[in-house]
């Protein structure tokens, strides 16, 4: 019986992880297909951006209106693609944190012991600080009214 249930969770475990790098593939693959596009479509904008010097583009009015709309018509596209695969690197983050957060509790539950862990010993260390500047500032103190009472005493007699 347990050699079943020990298959069984074994087998479980394998097509966990076998989703898992499934997932992050995609992860993978979404991530590169939207940095290619964003990276594809900036160098586009920029290559339209560029003054043609040829001046035989330019002899008639109709010619310089249609390069102008056609060159605007096309960074206008260019730059909607570039803010849909802004939207989806966004939509990609989002993914992966609820990935993380769904996925990875060893991951969590030993973020969570670490910042315990140092938030304890911060607190111990400024105890100790504590400790050591009231022990300071009373021992001040003890020196400041003993002064004070030597120095009334003698005027006063």
Do not use: W
Request: aromatic share 8%; glycine share 2%.
């Amino acid at each position: 019986m347990s050699g079943v249930a020990g298959g069984a969770s074994k087998k479980s475990s394998s097509r966990t992880m076998a989703t898992k790098k499934l997932i992050i593939d995609e992860f993978k693959r979404r991530l590169r297909d939207n940095i290619k596009s964003l990276n594809d479509n900036f160098f586009h904008i920029i290559q339209a951006a560029k003054v043609n010097p040829d001046d035989n583009a330019y002899k008639n009015q109709t010619g310089k209106m249609t390069e102008f709309y056609t060159t605007k018509n096309e960074m206008a596209v260019r730059a909607q693609l570039m803010v849909r695969a802004s939207d989806e690197l966004l939509k990609l983050t989002a993914d992966l944190k609820e990935f993380l957060i769904l996925h990875d509790f060893h991951f969590l539950t030993h973020n969570i012991k670490q910042a315990e862990a140092q938030c304890e010993e911060t607190l111990r260390q400024q105890s100790h600080q504590h400790n050591c500047l009231d022990s300071e500032v009373s021992n001040i103190l003890f020196d400041l009214e003993r002064e004070i009472a030597e120095n009334f005493y003698l005027r006063h007699t």
